[in-house]
């Protein structure tokens, strides 16, 4: 709210608050103050956690008169102010035929991203958090198992979706041999490869009413890989390669993930945003883990 009315004034920021928007430190004022247009808009996913204090969201804004795809992660101190502020944002290019496919799957939550878990099955926050993480391990050593992925898990990206039934080209082709859409299927297919590494992973936020775990990260993409195996649906062998299928200059993805973990205890929604960066671009705190 005190972005979309251009003031921090109201907001209970600690002395010492370190803001970093984008990758690059900012103070209170600044970045999205100045910049957000109008919003927040009907697409909005809380991720509160009383036990770490922290909170995450992510939402839809209009920032430079563009509709934007924002997350924050909330970190307060000791005394209930704001010690930490992340955003994250990136926006949708309407002039284009895929940014209006994807603003249309950024009207309204998924009806999973907003409905409660019976509190008879709800997991702990530390279970939560722990399931969240692993979705990092899973995709790094493109491992679907490393994930509980549910049947029916469909990831959304900027609102383009990636995976799952209703999933488009993407990684997944075009070939005469397409990649599994399936969240589990996509990774153990090794399509993802050409991520070298993800580095600065916070898993961050988790709510047990909700089943909601929030995270965030930074993926690097060097593009220098020698071609790689992809195993298609049909079993088929293809060989990946930076001048045929990946056909990307270098380039840093910090991103932000929300997971919905349902009753069964396994992953149905993957709500998630990232914006491209420079490679190898600092994580503007001053250090990013290795892993």
């Not at 969201?57 to 563009?66: N, S, Y």
């Not at 979706?161 to 997944?172: C, F």
């Amino acid at each position: 709210a005190s972005l979309a009315k251009h003031s921090a004034e109201g907001v209970p920021l600690s002395n010492a608050v370190k803001i970093v928007e984008n990758v690059k430190p900012i103070k209170a004022s600044e970045g999205l103050w100045k910049d957000v247009t109008s919003g927040p808009t009907q697409f909005q996913v809380h991720v509160p956690d009383p036990v770490r204090e922290t909170a995450g969201w992510l939402g839809m804004m209009q920032v430079g008169g563009k509709p934007t795809v924002v997350a924050i992660r909330l970190k307060l101190d000791k005394d209930g102010k704001i010690a930490e502020a992340e955003h994250l944002y990136a926006a949708i290019d309407t002039t284009k035929p895929q940014g209006k496919a994807q603003l249309a799957n950024l009207q309204t939550p998924r009806p999973g991203l907003t409905t409660d878990v019976p509190e008879a099955d709800r997991r702990s926050e530390a279970d939560l958090i722990k399931i969240g993480a692993s979705y990092y391990d899973a995709l790094d050593d493109n491992d679907g198992s490393k994930m509980p992925f549910a049947p029916d898990c469909e990831r959304h990206e900027n609102g383009m979706i990636t995976a799952g039934p209703n999933a488009g080209p993407g990684p997944n082709g075009p070939t005469p041999h397409p990649i599994a859409h399936d969240c589990k299927g996509q990774l153990d297919s090794k399509v993802m490869s050409y991520i070298t590494s993800i580095g600065n992973r916070r898993v961050f936020a988790a709510d047990p009413v909700t089943g909601l775990v929030m995270g965030l990260s930074h993926f690097h993409h060097p593009m220098d890989f020698k071609p790689y195996e992809v195993t298609a649906e049909d079993g088929t062998k293809i060989m990946y390669s930076t001048d045929k299928q990946m056909k990307f200059k270098p380039f840093d993805l910090p991103a932000a993930h929300v997971f919905k973990v349902g009753a069964d205890g396994k992953v149905h929604e993957i709500e998630a945003m990232g914006f491209l960066a420079p490679l190898n671009s600092p994580s503007g705190w001053g250090d990013e883990p290795s892993k």
